[in-house]
Each structure stands twice: as C-alpha cells, then as structure tokens.
C-alpha cells in the first residue's frame, strides 16, 4: 500500500513538472508542431509512472510466463531508480538552465528520450502480458 501511495504522488508530482515545461516550451527542440509534440510528451510521461512502478513490483515478485524477460533484468537492474533519472534530470535542467528557445544540448535530449522509450515499451509489455493472462484465464 505504501509503494501505491508513493507511485501516486510521483505520478502527481512528474505531472506537474509536465505541465510546468510544456507551458515553458522547454520542448521546443522536438521537430513537430506544438499539439503532437505535448500529445507525446503526455503519453511519454504517462509510461513513466506506470513502468517505474512496474519494476519495483517486479523486483519485489515476479510473474513468470506473463511478461517479457526483459522486465525482469530492467528491475533486477534497479530501473526503479534510474529510469525516473533519466528523464527528472534532464527536465531539472531544461527548466532551469538559461537556454535558447527550441534548443536543448544532446546530454539532455538523449536521456530523455531513451527515458520516455524506455517507459513506453515497458508499459505496451506489461499491457501484452495482462492480455495474455487474459487469455490463459479464460481457457
């Protein structure tokens, strides 16, 4: 209960740090035009939550047959930890660092995007798995 409560509040509180840079357009330096790009960086953050949950379940107990092995190594390599990092720094950095509008250095971009990748194939993974166990349950 109390790792649901704290993956509530840092759903919450990743949330409004969103909110925060979408409304500063410290996206700018992401090629498409401004409501595709906040539609991705929504959905980007919205897998961040869920897959940094995921691994700290996963790590805790694990499923077999349900999920990809992937998600076990991610866990076991404590991507409960890193994975929020490699998006919360480089946001930390984009809303505070003086810079051109539309400009973001690559140390800042690559963690992000690898952070946002990361977090979308986790969370399409985990949806997969539950659909399977679905399936098995309704044999």
């Known amino acids: ?3 649901m409560l704290c993956m509530a509040a840092f759903f919450f509180a990743t949330g409004l740090l969103a909110w925060k840079l979408i409304s500063n357009n410290c996206f700018g330096w992401v090629e498409i035009s401004a409501g595709p790009r906040n539609t991705l960086v929504f959905f980007g953050w919205m897998a961040l939550s869920p897959a940094t949950f995921a691994s700290g379940i996963c790590k ?6 349900n999920f990809p092995p992937f998600i076990r190594l991610l866990s076991q390599a404590q991507a409960v930890l890193w994975l ?5 720094v480089p946001a930390y950095i984009l809303l505070n660092h003086s810079r051109q509008a539309g400009f973001a250095p690559d ?14 194939l986790m969370v399409l993974s985990l949806i997969l798995g539950w659909f399977r166990k679905i399936i098995q349950l309704n044999k």
């Open 1 to 3: 209960m109390g790792l």
């Open 107 to 120: 140390f800042v971009k690559i963690p992000m995007i690898m952070g946002f990748v990361l977090s979308i």
């Open 60 to 65: 805790i107990q694990w499923h077999t047959n």
């Open 84 to 88: 929020p990092l490699l998006v919360l």
